[in-house]
């Protein structure tokens, strides 16, 4: 799991880990934590312009 304190949109890549595809932190090579994959996904769905209602 990637433990770098910061992460920025476009650092982040798409891996295959079988037959899924995970994020992966293009300067460390490890997958991102829940929190920072949570954290893109609300970046990523912002950038493209939908709204996302909160749980």
Known sequence: ???CP?????EVEFKLDGMITVPTH???GDRLNEKQAATFEKELVRSWGFEQEEE
């Open 26 to 28: 293009k300067n460390c």
């Open 1 to 3: 799991m990637c433990e």
């Open 6 to 10: 910061k992460i920025h949109f476009y």
